[in-house]
């Protein structure tokens, strides 16, 4: 019977003194209910129940670190320009993204091949302000040369 007793106390102290240790090197963020040197002082004078206490309530998971938004945030907080250094970088900006539209779209600011003048002896197309795709069963009524076909086909054909 000694012999349980001598074990069940050197196992309680080894515990506490665990739970001791662990509860003074945990970060401070992550204990929870109290403060961490109050859950210190709860493990040593509640030597088995205050660890059962620390591994249950009081030691939590790591704390989700929030990002900060840019403006909150101290690093970005000094190193705001001036409105004429914003207008210098806003016109640098757009210029760029002028450039990569150029790249994209190239020619866009620049007339088509089909809006260019007539060349000489050829008539100027007529502005349909809707266009009419190959095959789309409408007749184009804005061009007097393409009449209907006299079988009442939807396609067009020329005189």
Do not use: C
Request: aromatic fraction near 6%; avoid cysteine; proline fraction near 11%.
């Amino acid at each position: 019977m000694v012999r349980f007793v001598i074990i069940g106390i050197v196992i309680a102290v080894a515990f506490t003194l665990y739970a001791l240790v662990d509860a003074a090197m945990t970060d401070s963020a992550r204990a929870r209910g109290v403060s961490k040197p109050v859950w210190v002082v709860i493990v040593v004078l509640l030597p088995v129940i205050g660890g059962l206490l620390w591994f249950m309530i009081g030691k939590g998971a790591p704390a989700a670190k929030r990002p900060t938004p840019p403006d909150d945030d101290p690093r970005f907080a000094g190193t705001r320009m001036s409105k004429a250094a914003v207008d210098e970088h806003m016109r640098d900006l757009e210029a760029r993204l002028r450039e990569l539209d150029d790249e994209v779209f190239p020619g866009e600011d620049q007339p088509k091949a089909q809006d260019a003048a007539p060349q000489q002896g050829q008539k100027p197309a007529a502005q349909d302000p809707t266009p009419q795709q190959p095959g789309d069963g409408k007749a184009n009524t804005t061009d007097p040369e393409i009449k209907p076909k006299p079988d009442g086909d939807a396609g067009a054909a020329r005189k």
